[in-house]
């Protein structure tokens, strides 16, 4: 009986965490995963951000 509960214990995580995967990880977004966990909107926010603090970076150390 213990078995049972262990594999059915352990069929409901691994279904929660598959489900729980297909969504945005940006807090409070539901849409699809586009690439890196974030939806298409997410990731493009993101990577925008990274993009200008690279070129920030850039400059600063330019500026040395």
């Known amino acids: 009986m213990k078995k049972w509960i262990a594999v059915l ?22 849409d699809d995963v586009y690439k890196d966990g974030y939806c298409e909107y997410h ?13 920030g970076k850039e400059v600063f150390d330019a500026l040395k």
């Open 9 to 30: 214990s352990l069929l409901v995580m691994v279904c929660l965490t598959a489900c729980s995967a297909s969504h945005c990880k940006a807090g409070g977004c539901n």
């Open 43 to 55: 990731y493009t926010v993101n990577n925008a951000k990274n993009n200008i603090d690279k070129f």
